[in-house]
């Protein structure tokens, strides 16, 4: 339980250094949204959704999951930035994660995203389509299974449906490929992992969202003895997520959902999703 303790301590702290700044200092003439309030938009917890950052507002976000029979935890924390308008954005993803009670934290590998806002710019239409690349770099510990070990390079395709006023969709599908990826005792090989899925958010209030996820990863181990083997991962993730508007266009987000694992024995797990989106700067 200590392991548990210091993950949830350590997302607690982060959340609560990222909310004080905002809350004590945003500018008040920098907002989102004048007239109205934000809906939740580009929140879900475990796909992607197809709408950039608008000009001028950036967003924060954090993920924690932990799975209380193991008390394995993962995190997840993106930085997104309109470039400088909404056709291009750029993010960082930074990954953590701890294997269980007899494991060891470490980071994961990095990701440099870039995003292009294809169909759907400026939140117009029912319709938006924003492909990403992402390079990703080995920065986590191929040894302990927490990175692949070579640097990667990850596609994927989101698109957001909108099906009249009270529900939207969302759609994933994509690859990573790792040409050098290693096994824990260093042998290298090429792999290739692939990740789908969709999502159906009901917007029954601007502040309030019951939504379900539901995934299908693979992955293509490297094993010490040179072969490869290919796993695959079935999740549901039904969940609720909450929005405060503030007048000085702060945004925040706070989620909670239970994730079911199908692949290996059915496991349950619980997530927390954090999101602060705030204007740093005011479009022309």
Request: contains cysteine.
């Amino acid at each position: 339980m200590t392991v548990v303790r210091h993950a949830l301590q350590t997302f607690l702290s982060l959340t609560l250094l990222g909310s004080l700044p905002l809350l004590a200092g945003a500018d008040a003439g920098a907002t989102i949204s004048q007239n109205k309030p934000e809906k939740i938009r580009d929140n879900l917890f475990l796909l992607e959704e197809a709408y950039n950052q608008e000009p001028g507002v950036i967003q924060h976000i954090q993920s924690f999951t932990l799975q209380p029979r193991t008390k394995s935890w993962n995190y997840t924390f993106t930085e997104e930035w309109p470039v400088p308008t909404d056709r291009h954005q750029l993010s960082l993803t930074v990954p953590a994660s701890n294997p269980g009670e007899f494991g060891r934290s470490g980071v994961g590998d990095f990701l440099i995203n870039y995003r292009l806002q294809t169909i759907g710019m400026g939140g117009t239409g029912r319709l938006a389509i924003a492909p990403r690349v992402s390079l990703v770099l080995p920065t986590g510990r191929y040894q302990t299974r927490a990175g692949r070990g070579g640097t990667g390079i990850q596609l994927n395709l989101p698109v957001s449906i909108e099906l009249g006023d009270h529900f939207v969709t969302h759609l994933n599908a994509g690859l990573t490929a790792t040409p050098k990826a290693k096994s824990q005792s260093g042998y290298s090989a090429s792999a290739l992992d692939t990740n789908a899925g969709a999502a159906l958010v009901w917007l029954t209030r601007t502040w309030f969202n019951p939504l379900v996820e539901v995934v299908h990863l693979t992955t293509q181990e490297i094993g010490d003895d040179r072969t490869r083997s290919r796993s695959s991962n079935f999740i549901v993730n039904p969940g609720l997520r909450f929005a405060i508007n503030c007048r000085s266009g702060l945004q925040i987000v706070p989620g909670i959902s239970m994730p079911i694992q199908f692949g290996g024995g059915t496991r349950g797990s619980v997530l927390f999703y954090f999101s602060l989106e705030h204007a740093v700067w005011k479009p022309r």
